[in-house]
């Protein structure tokens, strides 16, 4: 099949799975199209040579409406690239269009989302919420039809860039039962990622497969000029793991059933394992939305209406023009964030939250850095729930969904790259498993990620 | 009237634009005679996504710039965000060096005199008056810190001042320029002290290219000033050596007045107004922003070692002193001559580049530390717009062949700076002179003479040469005056 057919065929399957789902908060079928024929045409065959990609609504692209889950940039179109889309572009992707996620990556369940920008629904129960903040891409992974395990292509196979700050992408790959990946911090240039928590925002992948979710991160893997945080990374050959850790801090609050089929799959991978304790990551969730909250007030301060995004007439003066449209646009989960995040910083409030909190990532660093040296890989279920139901979200407290957070926060907090696999079902839901690597040993990552998958299998 | 019993402090914080030819987190231009808005990025418009990356040549001047402060350097520094709103801020905070600044705790030395330095030295000029051979009392300044930062945009107050104008436009040209502020101790004992300091530091960073002088508002001053142990009074964004002096006195002068009067001076930010020349409330303390510091999350800490320390300094120009010791070994000029040729920002290599085509260097110099700095002082002019080094090379020729008068050549110096489109055979024209119409007058007037010449007396015919050059202002030459004349009697 050509490109230019298997792409057609791939917008079909797009407008359905959207229409069933809502996960694009733009489709982008002629600039598919456009770049069909451009690879068709041209001779090269990159490493992602038509396939399909769809791309979380925070990461900029030059042309198409980028709106980070914010009705405060529900019109913005970037000017430029994002050094991501760049080389899915030279490696011969083809963007389909762009996921929907809560506003700016604050949520768990995508459900805080900006006027007119959609909610998805999980492909395994469309009354359930398929996890966030990267949900778009994770029903979109879901509902994508899979050739992964047939030899002949019937279709190009989808798959879905995303971005993680605290667990934004083991979250929807656990619910919706697909597999998610977060690099190590640095591994991924962050530049053209519209920024939540800019020292602990990761650009990562999603897929049907291990080998999947893998094949996309190598191609935006590397070093980046515009962006210093991003690393050189000398590669290792991948470990064969010995020992594997169970933090019991992260089985605490853990659904029953979910620990069943946890240990369960821990079993049939025969992995030699310790159950140790962290008792660092007590303070893990609190440090945590200190530090994301501190540093998104700060990112946040920039919509300001005056010269892109939301804009209206102008009228009194800049102080009053600023707040009506912050107060306007913004919406309750984006002002909690920017409110508990100005606080923290104030001084007088510095020393005893937001220094306080880096100082504890430290500690939890330095005691990870430790464990690494002892243990090949950790182990922990994805998320402590089942996706939940749309109705039982709107009951919970904000802090009560924080409280969710308290298995992904832990690598995310630590910047280590860990996977979300699917392992089994409960209440006919998906229910994942946490892999959680070194820094910057990736390749032990997918390697042990892949053994896992085979003696797993997932169905 | 000031009492003699004030007891004035005074401590600087000086925003200084360091030279480098982009910003100091993107690759836009910092040439500030752009159009508005032309030298502007998707970075330093803080545009959703955008990252920061540091420009290295910017932490060379600074290091630069730390050296001549005799600052201890810190080999880790780290940036931070001030957050607050303003419209001339893009990302609503400013990336600057908070916790960790490049340098520290440093020392520079001013005369105490003002007096002292020479003259010229106004915020772009050299010495006239040549007083450093007379005995001067040093005095140390303490130097608090000296941090990297970004300028914010400029704003333009359409059809007022801040608090008159109905609307404000927005330049972000400036916006992510390079800044080092450098910030005292309170160590000033007088408005003279304070002003001499900005002085000096000024022609030093612009001798040594750390700063462009000709740059609009290439170094701000925030004056804090209290007199008896007072609450202390913030003045900001102060440009330039004269306005210092002014918003000193003026602030100086209301504080002493309250004390007089036994009121309470109050803490708080002020600006001075040169409309009305006195310094204008721009808030109280307890109006003061808190700027919940946090550390840029997307800078890497500015880690340097020694090598790099002693490579920047090694780019540094030399100072005015090693020049003038060049000079008089070089050229064997006179201390006097060669500490001015020295002191003035560019002149010397601008006299080096005049000598390969004349013969005399002594003239040259003369020239050069005389009236050609007289007028490029006066005008306040930076050496890049005296006139070119190929102008004065041919105005030297005229000099040295004799073509033109000294006194001639000082008029002519005075009109290659009035008048610097011109070229010089334009300006040297002896213009207004109609000499066939003076010889005719002359002629007329001195009908002896005539005769005499007529007689066969060539003695007469110098005579009259000499009422013509009388009566023509000089401007002739008295050649062709001669031939003219034994035209028309012969
Ligand atoms: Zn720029």
Redesign the interface.
């Known amino acids: 099949m050509s490109v230019t057919e298997s792409t057609e065929k791939a917008i079909e399957e797009l407008h359905k799975i959207n229409k069933k789902y809502t996960c694009f908060v733009t489709t982008t079928e002629d600039y598919a199209r456009k770049r069909a024929n451009e690879l068709t045409i041209s001779k090269k065959k990159g490493a992602l040579h038509g396939i399909i990609i769809s791309v979380k609504d925070n990461i900029c692209t030059k042309g198409i409406k980028t709106t980070a889950g914010s009705a405060i940039l529900s019109n913005y179109v970037p000017t430029y690239n994002a050094t991501v889309i760049e080389r899915i572009e030279q490696e011969g992707g083809i963007i389909i269009g762009k996921t929907t996620m809560d506003d700016f990556g604050f949520g768990t369940f995508n459900v805080n989302v900006g006027e007119g920008i959609p909610i998805p629904k999980n492909p395994h129960d469309i009354s359930r919420s398929s996890g966030g903040s990267s949900g778009g891409s994770g029903a979109a992974t879901a509902a994508f039809s899979s050739n992964s395990t047939v030899a002949e292509r019937l279709a190009p196979t989808h798959l879905s860039l995303s971005e993680s700050t605290g667990g934004s992408i083991t979250s929807p790959a656990a619910f919706c039962g697909v597999v998610g990946f977060t690099p190590s911090y640095g591994r991924v240039s962050r530049y053209g990622l519209i920024d939540y928590a800019n020292s602990l925002d990761k650009i990562g992948t999603m897929g049907k497969t291990v080998s999947e979710a893998e094949q996309l991160a190598r191609v935006i893997f590397g070093k980046d000029a515009k962006d210093e945080t991003s690393l050189v990374v000398q590669e290792k050959p991948a470990k064969k793991v010995k020992k594997v850790a169970i933090i019991k801090e992260m089985l605490q609050g853990v659904d029953e059933k979910i620990l069943t089929a946890f240990w369960k799959s821990i079993e049939l991978t025969g992995i030699p394992y310790e159950e140790i304790s962290l008792p660092s990551l007590e303070y893990a969730v609190a440090s945590y939305y200190i530090i994301a909250t501190a540093e998104a007030s700060s990112n946040l301060s920039r919509y300001t209406g005056l010269r892109y995004g939301a804009q209206e007439e102008f009228s009194g003066s800049f102080n009053d023009y600023f707040s009506s449209i912050r107060s306007k646009y913004f919406s309750a989960e984006e002002k909690r964030r920017i409110i508990l995040g100005t606080f923290v910083r104030t001084a007088g409030y510095k020393d005893k939250y937001y220094l306080k909190a880096l100082k504890i990532r430290e500690k939890i660093n330095h005691d990870f850095h430790i464990l690494f040296k002892k243990y090949d890989a950790l182990l922990s279920p994805s998320m402590p729930i089942i996706a939940p139901k749309f109705d039982e979200i709107s009951k919970l407290k904000p802090i009560e969904i924080y409280a969710l957070d308290s298995c992904t926060i832990p690598p995310n907090l630590a910047l280590l790259p860990h996977l979300s696999i699917p392992i089994g079902k409960v209440n006919s839901m998906p229910v994942g498993l946490q892999v959680i690597c070194d820094s910057l040993d990736e390749n032990t990552l997918f390697e042990f990620g892949k053994q896992i998958e085979s003696l797993v299998k997932y169905k | 009237m000031i009492g003699t019993n004030i007891h004035l402090m005074i401590g600087l914080e000086s925003h200084i634009q360091l030279a480098t030819k982009s910003k100091l987190f993107c690759s836009c231009s910092t040439n500030s005679s752009a159009e508005p808005n032309e030298n502007t990025c ?1 970075i330093c ?10 420009n290295k040549e910017v932490v060379r001047k600074a290091l630069m710039l730390a050296k001549i402060m005799n600052c201890k350097i810190n080999y880790n520094s780290k940036f931070n ?1 001030k ?1 607050y ?3 001339d801020l ?4 400013q990336i600057t060096q908070y916790e960790e600044p490049i340098a520290v705790k440093g020392e520079f030395s001013i005369d105490v005199s003002a007096s002292r330095l020479p003259n010229g030295a106004n915020l772009s000029g050299a010495a006239l008056d040549h007083s450093a051979t007379a005995a001067t009392e040093k005095k140390t300044i303490h130097i608090t810190r000296a941090h990297i930062e970004e300028d914010p945009g400029k704003i333009e107050y359409v059809g007022g001042h801040i608090g008159t104008a109905k609307y404000v436009l927005v330049d972000y040209n400036r916006c992510g320029v390079p800044l080092c502020e450098v910030v005292t101790d309170p160590d000033f004992r007088s408005i003279d002290e304070a002003v001499t300091y900005v002085k000096k530091l000024f022609h030093l960073l612009s001798y040594l290219d750390i700063i462009d002088p000709n740059q609009e508002g290439v170094m701000r001053t925030d004056a804090n000033i209290s007199i008896n142990g007072g609450k202390r009074v913030e003045l900001k964004n102060i440009s330039g050596s004269d306005a210092l002096e002014k918003a000193l006195k003026s602030e100086l002068s209301r504080q002493s007045f309250l004390f007089a009067q036994g009121k309470v001076i109050e803490q708080e930010t002020r600006m001075y107004s040169e409309e009305t020349g006195t310094t204008i409330l721009l808030r109280k303390k307890e109006q003061e922003e ?1 700027y ?4 840029e ?4 800490p500015i880690t340097i070692d020694d090598a790099f320390v002693q490579d920047a300094w090694k780019q540094m120009k030399k100072l005015p002193e090693e020049v003038e010791s060049e000079i008089i070994s070089k050229y064997k000029l006179s201390k006097q001559i060669a500490y001015q040729l020295a002191f003035k920002r560019g002149l010397y290599a601008y006299y080096q580049s005049c000598l390969k085509y004349l013969k005399n260097s002594d003239l040259l110099a003369k020239w050069l530390v005389g009236d050609f700095l007289k007028c490029a002082n006066w005008h306040n002019y930076e050496i890049e717009k005296c006139p070119s080094s190929e102008k004065l090379i041919e105005f030297m020729q005229m000099i040295e062949t004799g073509k033109i008068s000294e006194r001639e050549g000082k008029e002519l110096i005075k009109k290659m700076f009035d008048d610097p489109k011109k070229g010089l055979g334009d300006l040297a024209e002896k213009k207004g002179v109609d000499l066939d119409s003076v010889i005719s007058e002359v002629l007329k007037e001195n009908q002896k003479s005539v005769d005499q010449i007529k007689a066969g007396d060539p003695k007469a015919i110098n005579f009259l040469i000499g009422q013509v050059l009388r009566k023509a202002g000089f401007k002739g030459d008295p050649n062709e005056i001669r031939k003219k004349l034994e035209k028309l009697l012969t």
């Not at chain 2, 893009?90 to 905070?93: D, E, G, R, V, Y």
């Not at chain 2, 919940?292 to 550390?295: A, L």
């Open positions: 998707e418009l803080g545009y959703p996504g955008t990252k920061p990356t540091l965000r957050i709103f303003y419209p893009p990302k609503s905070f808190d919940g510091y946090i550390r999350p997307d800078l890497l």
